[in-house]
Protein backbone atom coordinates (compact mmCIF):
# COMPACT_ATOMS: atom_id res chain seq x y z
CA UNK A 1 0.00 0.00 0.00
CA UNK A 2 1.18 3.16 -0.94
CA UNK A 3 1.48 5.90 1.72
CA UNK A 4 -0.63 8.84 1.57
CA UNK A 5 0.30 12.12 0.42
CA UNK A 6 -0.66 13.80 3.93
CA UNK A 7 2.10 11.15 5.39
CA UNK A 8 4.70 12.54 3.10
CA UNK A 9 3.86 16.30 2.99
CA UNK A 10 3.83 16.26 -1.04
CA UNK A 11 5.15 19.58 -3.00
CA UNK A 12 2.19 18.66 -5.75
CA UNK A 13 1.01 22.42 -6.53
CA UNK A 14 3.71 24.72 -6.54
CA UNK A 15 6.92 22.78 -7.55
CA UNK A 16 8.59 22.31 -10.55
CA UNK A 17 7.67 18.55 -11.57
CA UNK A 18 11.07 16.66 -12.59
CA UNK A 19 12.48 16.56 -15.85
CA UNK A 20 13.50 12.90 -15.30
CA UNK A 21 13.82 10.31 -13.06
CA UNK A 22 17.83 9.54 -13.25
CA UNK A 23 19.01 5.86 -13.88
CA UNK A 24 18.30 3.35 -10.74
CA UNK A 25 21.01 0.72 -10.86
CA UNK A 26 21.75 -2.25 -7.89
CA UNK A 27 19.73 0.11 -5.82
CA UNK A 28 21.15 3.38 -6.10
CA UNK A 29 19.78 6.60 -7.52
CA UNK A 30 20.63 9.80 -7.96
CA UNK A 31 19.29 12.93 -6.13
CA UNK A 32 17.45 15.20 -8.20
CA UNK A 33 18.55 19.11 -7.00
CA UNK A 34 15.73 20.41 -9.31
CA UNK A 35 14.74 23.69 -6.61
CA UNK A 36 16.89 26.63 -7.78
CA UNK A 37 17.45 30.20 -8.97
CA UNK A 38 17.96 29.37 -12.83
CA UNK A 39 19.37 33.19 -12.48
CA UNK A 40 22.26 31.99 -10.86
CA UNK A 41 22.63 28.14 -11.03
CA UNK A 42 23.04 25.26 -13.67
CA UNK A 43 22.01 21.80 -13.22
CA UNK A 44 23.05 19.78 -16.15
CA UNK A 45 21.14 16.71 -17.01
CA UNK A 46 23.65 14.20 -15.40
CA UNK A 47 23.35 16.49 -12.29
CA UNK A 48 26.68 18.85 -12.69
CA UNK A 49 25.62 22.01 -10.51
CA UNK A 50 27.40 24.80 -11.21
CA UNK A 51 27.27 28.83 -11.12
CA UNK A 52 25.71 31.41 -13.14
CA UNK A 53 26.02 34.81 -13.53
CA UNK A 54 27.71 37.23 -10.84
CA UNK A 55 31.34 35.55 -9.54
CA UNK A 56 30.68 35.75 -6.04
CA UNK A 57 27.09 35.35 -4.45
CA UNK A 58 24.81 33.10 -2.54
CA UNK A 59 23.34 29.67 -4.83
CA UNK A 60 21.05 27.27 -3.09
CA UNK A 61 19.65 24.23 -4.91
CA UNK A 62 17.47 21.92 -3.35
CA UNK A 63 16.03 18.29 -4.15
CA UNK A 64 12.15 17.79 -4.00
CA UNK A 65 12.69 14.33 -3.11
CA UNK A 66 12.37 14.42 1.17
CA UNK A 67 12.67 11.38 3.37
CA UNK A 68 11.52 10.64 7.02
CA UNK A 69 12.13 6.95 7.37
CA UNK A 70 14.57 4.43 6.95
CA UNK A 71 18.07 5.29 6.64
CA UNK A 72 19.41 7.07 3.23
CA UNK A 73 22.84 8.38 2.06
CA UNK A 74 23.55 10.31 -1.27
CA UNK A 75 27.44 11.35 -2.57
CA UNK A 76 28.97 14.38 -4.15
CA UNK A 77 31.64 15.31 -5.81
CA UNK A 78 32.97 18.79 -5.26
CA UNK A 79 35.58 20.62 -6.94
CA UNK A 80 35.25 23.58 -5.15
CA UNK A 81 37.05 26.38 -3.05
CA UNK A 82 35.34 25.09 0.05
CA UNK A 83 32.90 28.07 0.34
CA UNK A 84 30.15 25.86 0.39
CA UNK A 85 27.44 24.00 2.65
CA UNK A 86 25.40 20.45 2.38
CA UNK A 87 23.23 19.46 4.64
CA UNK A 88 19.00 18.72 4.95
CA UNK A 89 16.30 21.45 4.64
CA UNK A 90 13.35 20.22 7.20
CA UNK A 91 9.99 20.62 6.47
CA UNK A 92 9.93 23.49 3.90
CA UNK A 93 7.13 25.55 3.02
CA UNK A 94 5.51 27.33 -0.18
CA UNK A 95 7.53 30.57 1.18
CA UNK A 96 10.90 28.95 1.37
CA UNK A 97 10.94 27.69 -2.33
CA UNK A 98 9.77 30.85 -3.46
CA UNK A 99 12.96 32.56 -1.86
CA UNK A 100 15.36 29.49 -3.43
CA UNK A 101 13.84 29.56 -6.62
CA UNK A 102 13.77 33.63 -6.72
CA UNK A 103 16.26 34.81 -4.48
CA UNK A 104 19.44 34.56 -3.01
CA UNK A 105 18.53 33.12 0.44
CA UNK A 106 21.13 31.97 3.04
CA UNK A 107 21.33 29.67 5.92
CA UNK A 108 22.44 31.98 9.03
CA UNK A 109 23.33 35.88 9.29
CA UNK A 110 20.95 38.72 10.47
CA UNK A 111 18.36 38.05 7.43
CA UNK A 112 18.66 34.24 6.71
CA UNK A 113 15.66 32.81 5.39
CA UNK A 114 17.14 29.34 5.71
CA UNK A 115 17.02 28.43 9.16
CA UNK A 116 15.36 25.32 9.41
CA UNK A 117 18.15 23.40 8.23
CA UNK A 118 20.92 21.13 9.36
CA UNK A 119 24.04 22.12 7.38
CA UNK A 120 28.10 21.14 7.22
CA UNK A 121 30.17 23.79 6.25
CA UNK A 122 33.71 23.56 5.60
CA UNK A 123 35.16 26.69 6.29
CA UNK A 124 33.59 26.17 9.97
CA UNK A 125 34.02 22.97 9.99
CA UNK A 126 37.14 21.94 9.38
CA UNK A 127 40.25 24.30 10.89
CA UNK A 128 42.14 26.76 8.83
CA UNK A 129 45.64 25.63 8.83
CA UNK A 130 43.71 22.15 8.08
CA UNK A 131 42.45 23.55 4.53
CA UNK A 132 45.35 25.45 3.59
CA UNK A 133 47.48 22.15 3.98
CA UNK A 134 45.06 20.43 1.88
CA UNK A 135 45.10 23.21 -1.09
CA UNK A 136 48.50 23.72 -1.10
CA UNK A 137 49.40 19.76 -1.60
CA UNK A 138 46.27 18.93 -3.70
CA UNK A 139 44.77 22.54 -5.06
CA UNK A 140 44.59 23.99 -8.60
CA UNK A 141 43.29 26.89 -9.26
CA UNK A 142 42.21 27.10 -5.70
CA UNK A 143 40.29 24.27 -5.64
CA UNK A 144 40.37 20.92 -3.90
CA UNK A 145 38.74 18.09 -5.18
CA UNK A 146 36.99 16.28 -2.02
CA UNK A 147 33.65 13.12 -2.00
CA UNK A 148 31.25 13.84 0.67
CA UNK A 149 28.99 11.75 1.77
CA UNK A 150 25.56 12.91 3.14
CA UNK A 151 23.83 9.87 5.42
CA UNK A 152 20.08 10.64 6.96
CA UNK A 153 19.46 8.54 9.96
CA UNK A 154 15.89 8.65 10.46
CA UNK A 155 16.25 5.74 13.15
CA UNK A 156 18.79 7.55 15.09
CA UNK A 157 17.85 11.13 14.43
CA UNK A 158 20.91 12.52 13.66
CA UNK A 159 22.98 13.08 9.98
CA UNK A 160 26.76 12.64 9.33
CA UNK A 161 29.16 13.96 6.72
CA UNK A 162 31.65 11.78 5.83
CA UNK A 163 34.69 14.09 3.86
CA UNK A 164 37.23 12.06 1.54
CA UNK A 165 40.36 13.95 -0.10
CA UNK A 166 41.61 13.32 -3.49
CA UNK A 167 44.71 13.89 -5.60
CA UNK A 168 43.38 15.01 -8.48
CA UNK A 169 45.91 14.53 -10.73
CA UNK A 170 45.16 10.72 -9.71
CA UNK A 171 41.65 10.30 -9.01
CA UNK A 172 42.65 8.56 -6.03
CA UNK A 173 41.69 9.25 -2.29
CA UNK A 174 44.86 9.85 -0.04
CA UNK A 175 45.39 10.67 3.93
CA UNK A 176 44.88 14.31 4.91
CA UNK A 177 43.56 15.48 8.33
CA UNK A 178 40.81 16.98 7.03
CA UNK A 179 39.42 13.68 6.28
CA UNK A 180 36.46 12.24 8.59
CA UNK A 181 32.69 12.15 9.55
CA UNK A 182 30.87 14.85 10.85
CA UNK A 183 27.78 14.45 13.15
CA UNK A 184 24.73 16.67 13.76
CA UNK A 185 21.10 16.08 15.67
CA UNK A 186 18.43 16.21 14.08
CA UNK A 187 15.53 18.67 15.04
CA UNK A 188 13.60 17.82 18.02
CA UNK A 189 9.52 18.91 18.44
CA UNK A 190 9.05 20.19 21.84
CA UNK A 191 5.78 20.37 21.64
CA UNK A 192 5.28 16.75 21.18
CA UNK A 193 8.62 15.63 22.85
CA UNK A 194 9.89 13.83 19.66
CA UNK A 195 12.16 13.46 17.06
CA UNK A 196 9.29 11.94 15.07
CA UNK A 197 7.17 13.67 11.98
CA UNK A 198 9.41 15.58 9.74
CA UNK A 199 10.50 15.36 6.43
CA UNK A 200 14.14 15.91 5.35
CA UNK A 201 15.18 17.63 1.71
CA UNK A 202 19.03 17.67 0.31
CA UNK A 203 19.92 21.02 -0.26
CA UNK A 204 23.57 22.30 -1.43
CA UNK A 205 24.43 26.21 -0.98
CA UNK A 206 27.87 27.41 -2.71
CA UNK A 207 29.03 31.07 -2.83
CA UNK A 208 32.17 30.67 -6.33
CA UNK A 209 30.63 30.53 -9.38
CA UNK A 210 33.29 28.09 -10.87
CA UNK A 211 32.94 25.40 -7.86
CA UNK A 212 31.06 22.32 -9.78
CA UNK A 213 29.18 19.57 -7.52
CA UNK A 214 28.76 16.00 -8.91
CA UNK A 215 25.35 14.56 -7.80
CA UNK A 216 26.85 11.16 -7.55
CA UNK A 217 24.33 8.62 -6.20
CA UNK A 218 21.68 8.23 -3.43
CA UNK A 219 21.45 4.92 -1.72
CA UNK A 220 18.92 3.39 0.98
CA UNK A 221 21.02 1.21 3.30
CA UNK A 222 18.14 -0.27 5.33
CA UNK A 223 17.74 -2.66 2.42
CA UNK A 224 19.79 -1.20 -0.66
CA UNK A 225 16.51 -1.28 -2.70
CA UNK A 226 15.10 2.00 -3.85
CA UNK A 227 11.54 1.94 -5.65
CA UNK A 228 10.07 4.95 -7.70
CA UNK A 229 9.83 8.09 -5.69
CA UNK A 230 5.93 8.86 -4.46
CA UNK A 231 4.55 11.58 -6.66
CA UNK A 232 8.16 12.75 -7.12
CA UNK A 233 8.59 14.32 -4.01
CA UNK A 234 9.15 11.46 -1.53
CA UNK A 235 10.76 7.57 -1.77
CA UNK A 236 10.16 4.71 -0.01
CA UNK A 237 10.81 1.16 -0.61
CA UNK A 238 8.77 -1.84 1.02
CA UNK A 239 10.87 -3.16 2.78
CA UNK A 240 12.04 -0.15 4.88
CA UNK A 241 8.54 0.39 5.09
CA UNK A 242 8.17 -2.63 6.66
CA UNK A 243 10.61 -2.00 9.45
CA UNK A 244 8.86 1.42 10.70
Known amino acids: ENPT ?23 TMKINFNIFNHDYVSVTENKLVTGLDKPYMNRIVMSNIGFNKGINEWRIRCRSSMHFVLGVFTDPNEKNIHEIKT ?19 ARFEIEENILSS ?9 QILTDIAIQLNCKENRVEFT ?20 TKR ?3 DIHQHTWLGH ?3 PILGFY ?20 EPVQQAAFYCDCCKQKQ
Open 103 to 121: GRPWFYGRDAELKNAKIWD
Open 5 to 27: NEEYKIFQNWIDPMNELILQYHG
Open 134 to 142: AMDKYGHNN
Open 208 to 227: NREDEFQIIECECLDCNNIS
Open 186 to 188: LWF
Open 199 to 201: VYY
Open 163 to 182: VKLMDPKVGEYVKHEMNGTY
